[in-house]
């Protein structure tokens, strides 16, 4: 398929310095009515009105190229026809079945199965629960906590895995869990190895995995760790919101180990990473992992219809009828509309395509990189990229305003890009895959422009 077709023309194309006339009212009036918590229109003074592929217009008719997708929301494209088709056709069928079987559910869950990573894939178990990433969290952890008997769980320094009370609590950034403690119990953190930055200052990867597997292995293991034996370790395979962090590739090997030989549950949350974001379906494919259970959200529901779940080894399916329930655990046209969107990468070779960008993406940023005074790494897997600020690439010194700066001039010419990180020093690069070369080219050029125009006004 010639992607080409997928998207708005001529992208990008101001025609108004946005925020617009229209865009300002409308953002006017919502900060007149919802409350505090709003956040995304606070960074960035945005109003869409209609999505193609990897392009949108606001609402006074400027077009900008999509950097974010939603943040993974948005793999397969704004308004991508042959999705919409299905959700289309699925919702003037029926929308709604709780967990009563439908043809489009049963068609995901095939897909899904034999899809999966490791030796999940054509051998394990589907349950759908509320439709967000939080809430595939929340039954993982729940299935962990029946399975084991134990109630303590290890996540990772830089982790994100949603807003509910154990997702939250299993969430590492500060920002996020300030003045809401006490959360889930028993949540400890181990290091994650991030070999640019991490608590033992170590950049080498062998010796930095070594680090963090022994750290957490003791915090399972020893005695005098404070930690009771836990129900599960929860890890992301590529960090998301934590700066998209990218895992020597023995580690999650290594974190697989400790759980085995300790009778740990290993959940794997690919709620950012999964359907095709990273160039393979699963970022855990990249590792050799074989998860106990992997979190799915976001992407699922194929254009962005919200739908979340989990998969899990067959052998841990002993939790009772309704051990987990959720009202849009039944949305047929998000389930039609995933069976779909994989029947579209698989159909126009998907993969492919996002490991081709990903590596003409990699190569400009880091070019780029060299050049700079300001970007201290740049690391990622197909179009799931974080390019890291700093002020000084000595000392590391992490540096959120030049994003900030960078983030509004690249709207102002037409390109929507977004932060992570826990001190928003991190510009993410993750556009809907079915971006054409031509569009990726023209986001990145206008990127790299204003990173120069930062440099130049800042140093």
Excluded at 211 to 221: G, H, I
Aim: net charge positive.
């Amino acid at each position: 398929m010639d992607f080409k077709n997928l998207h708005f023309p001529n992208a990008p194309k101001i025609r108004t310095m946005p925020p617009g006339p229209k865009a300002k009212k409308i953002l006017a009036a919502q900060a007149s009515t919802e409350g505090n918590a709003v956040y995304y229109p606070k960074i960035l003074p945005f109003v869409p009105d209609e999505g193609r592929g990897a392009t949108i217009k606001d609402i006074d008719g400027n077009v900008f190229i999509d950097f974010y997708a939603g943040v993974s929301v948005l793999n397969f494209g704004h308004s991508n026809p042959e999705i919409l088709k299905s959700a289309t056709e699925q919702l003037k069928k029926l929308s709604h079945s709780l967990d009563f079987p439908t043809v489009a559910r049963t068609e995901l869950v095939k897909r899904l199965i034999a899809r999966a990573p490791g030796n999940l894939k054509d051998d394990s178990k589907v349950v759908f629960g509320g439709p967000t990433g939080s809430d595939a969290v929340e039954s993982a952890i729940k299935l962990a906590k029946f399975r084991t008997k134990r109630l303590s769980v290890i996540a990772f320094e830089g982790s994100y895995h949603g807003q509910t009370t154990m997702a939250l609590a299993a969430t590492a950034e500060k920002k996020y869990r300030e003045n809401y403690a006490p959360l889930g119990p028993e949540v400890h953190f181990a290091p994650y190895p991030n070999t640019y930055r991490n608590a033992f200052k170590e950049e080498d990867p062998k010796r930095c995995t070594r680090m963090c597997a022994d750290y957490l292995e003791n915090m399972v293991e020893g005695g005098e760790s404070g930690v009771l034996p836990p129900a599960a370790v929860i890890a992301e395979p590529i960090q998301g919101e934590g700066g998209i962090i990218v895992p020597p590739n023995d580690f999650l090997k290594e974190v697989e180990r400790i759980c085995r030989k300790n009778g740990v549950m290993f959940i794997v949350d690919e709620i950012q990473s999964g359907f095709g974001r990273t160039g393979k379906w699963f970022a855990s494919d990249y590792f050799g992992i074989d998860p106990d259970v992997v979190t799915m959200a976001k992407s699922i529901g194929g254009i962005g219809l919200p739908l979340s779940g989990i998969m899990y080894r067959k052998d841990l399916d002993t939790w009772h009828p309704g051990a987990h329930l959720g009202t849009f655990r039944g949305d047929a046209v998000a389930m039609a509309a995933g069976a779909a969107a994989i029947d579209f990468a698989d159909k126009n070779k998907l993969l492919e395509h996002v490991n081709k960008l990903g590596e003409t993406t990699m190569k400009f940023l880091k070019d780029l990189a060299q050049e700079s005074k300001s970007i201290g790494d740049v690391r990622g897997k197909g179009l799931f990229i974080g390019v890291e600020f700093v002020k000084d690439k000595k000392t590391k010194a992490r540096w959120k305003e030049i994003c900030d700066r960078i983030q509004l001039e690249s709207f102002k010419k037409g390109v929507i890009i977004w932060r992570a990180g826990a001190y928003g020093n991190i510009i993410r690069i993750m556009p809907p895959l079915t971006i054409t070369d031509e569009l990726l080219n023209k986001g990145l050029e206008i990127f790299a422009e204003e990173v120069k125009a930062a440099e130049k006004s800042l140093f």
